[in-house]
């Protein structure tokens, strides 16, 4: 107990810990559950954006699709290689789910997960065009951004590296993202799309007030409360919308 205490000590001063055998077990928990919930999410949005690829009208978008769709699965495969190190069977991860399943589009599934699936349940619904994919790559790539923030900071050192290396490939997929909207301008499918997928992303950021927060504060695997988070996402998504005059 004196070492693990002196271990919460050192984190919520800002340690870093750096290999899985000084780590105490609840910080194993949730780190474990930061990074299954990435990887899941990952493994989720690769397999959207593969069926969006057909959903493009030209080489250029195609192009775009595939570099998303590759590089999400990258990330997924890079820190399953840090979960590997606490003992993650890899090759069973990876198929433990079916990453293109999707829940009715109509479905209201909040911020709930389904059992032993981490994504986020924005990951659940379906992507039904071309405008439908810009718009969800849109919003919730600049949440990746603003949560981007918080897990280039985590305390555990490999992973926060590997969050550091992955940023701005995930910066780079929302600016594509952005390209794109720029491009279909401020049409009734496009307005309909950020009505669906608007309240969608936000839910991704938790609940306000999480009990849970002052926890992951205390580990170093959080910084800023959901709320906080919610709010930076919520002025960028104003200010990219209004500049394409939605």
């Known amino acids: ?9 050192y984190l919520a001063q800002g340690g870093v810990l750096t290999a899985p055998g000084n780590v105490p077990a609840r910080y194993r928990g949730e780190l474990m559950r930061l990074m299954s919930s990435f990887v899941d999410s990952e493994l989720a949005a690769s397999a959207g954006f593969a069926d969006a690829i057909n959903f493009a009208p030209g080489i250029k978008e195609r192009i775009a699709a595939s570099r998303i769709t590759l590089e999400k699965a990258d990330h997924a495969e890079r820190v399953l290689n840090v979960m590997a190190d606490f003992g993650t069977d890899v090759a069973r991860y990876q198929t433990s789910h079916d990453w293109a399943a999707r829940a009715a589009r109509d479905a209201d599934l909040g911020t709930a997960r ?45 992973l926060a590296e590997v969050f550091r290396a992955i940023a701005p490939r995930e910066a780079r997929h ?12 401020a049409s009734d499918e496009v307005r309909a799309a950020a009505a669906y997928w608007r309240p969608r992303v936000a839910a991704g950021f938790g609940l ?25 996402w919520e002025t960028l998504v104003g200010e990219h919308l209004a500049a394409c005059g939605l």
């Not at 071309?130 to 050192?157: F, I, K, P």
């Not at 929302?174 to 301008?185: N, V």
């Not at 927060?213 to 709320?227: Q, V």
């Open 1 to 9: 107990m004196s070492d693990t205490m002196n271990i919460e000590e």
């Open 114 to 158: 389904q059992a032993g699936d981490m994504r986020l349940s924005v990951f659940h619904y379906p992507v039904t065009g071309w405008a439908d994919a810009v718009v969800m790559n849109v919003l919730q790539g600049l949440a990746t951004g603003v949560q981007m923030t918080e897990l280039t900071r985590v305390s555990y050192g490999p």
């Open 174 to 185: 929302a600016a594509l993202g952005i390209e794109g909207l720029e491009k279909l301008g």
């Open 208 to 232: 306000a007030g999480s009990h849970r927060f002052a926890t992951l504060l205390k580990f170093g695997l959080r910084h800023a409360p959901n709320e906080e988070l919610l709010a930076r």
